[in-house]
């Protein structure tokens, strides 16, 4: 294999990882945004409900669902914390630009380009499947660059919308859910 064709392999993994990476800032960014919103939902929710349910009623199944609810609450944000998705889609962001960097260096050598590559790589966290599937679907320059490396396929849509349905459809539906159950309590007591 010649020089220029190793180097081409090489700036299209380059090229391919970093926009990868950029997929991954874009999902955690998604991740810490409906974490933080979800948890001030169902904390305004909660508040709302004591003051509504709390002062009306002495049912003790209200009470403990209120209770339990706040515990909830507390160790779903504790955990949340724990993720550091800001962190880690910071951290994406710096691995993205750092490999553009040698990725638009034309006067890199092949063998400082490939060392300084895998440097990077193990410097920042990886990017998972899901970001190479939005890759795949999203930008049309993919294939070109990339060939067979990156598809569009029933497979990565069925991908992108589990991943849509488990980051926003199923937390709202948790929380409907909640909220309609603290009425049906409330109004059959």
């Not at 919103?37 to 209200?62: E, P, R």
């Not at 400082?112 to 790589?121: G, H, M, P």
């Not at 190479?132 to 990565?156: M, Q, Y």
Request: proline fraction near 2%.
């Amino acid at each position: 294999m010649s020089s220029d064709t190793k180097l081409k392999n090489l700036n299209n993994n380059i090229w391919l990882t970093y926009k990868a990476r950029i997929y991954a800032e874009k999902r955690y960014k998604s991740y810490n945004n409906s974490a933080h919103l979800y948890t001030a939902l169902i904390s305004f929710s909660l508040i709302a409900a004591s003051l509504l349910f709390g002062q009306t009623t002495s049912n003790t199944l209200v009470n403990s669902i209120l209770v339990s609810g706040s515990v909830l609450i507390l160790a779903i944000s504790l955990i949340t914390f724990g993720f550091h998705f800001g962190e880690t889609a910071v951290m994406h962001r710096e691995c993205y630009l750092s490999l553009q960097e040698i990725y638009n260096d034309e006067n890199m050598e092949l063998s400082d380009k490939k060392d300084r590559y895998i440097s990077i790589l193990k410097s920042y966290p990886n990017h998972s499947d899901i970001d190479f599937h939005r890759l795949g679907i999203s930008d049309p320059n993919a294939k070109r660059n990339c060939g067979e490396l990156v598809r569009k396929t029933p497979w990565s849509y069925f991908v992108i919308f589990a991943h849509w349905l488990t980051v926003w459809v199923f937390p709202a539906f948790l929380y409907t859910f909640a909220v309609c159950l603290l009425v049906i309590i409330q109004s059959t007591s």
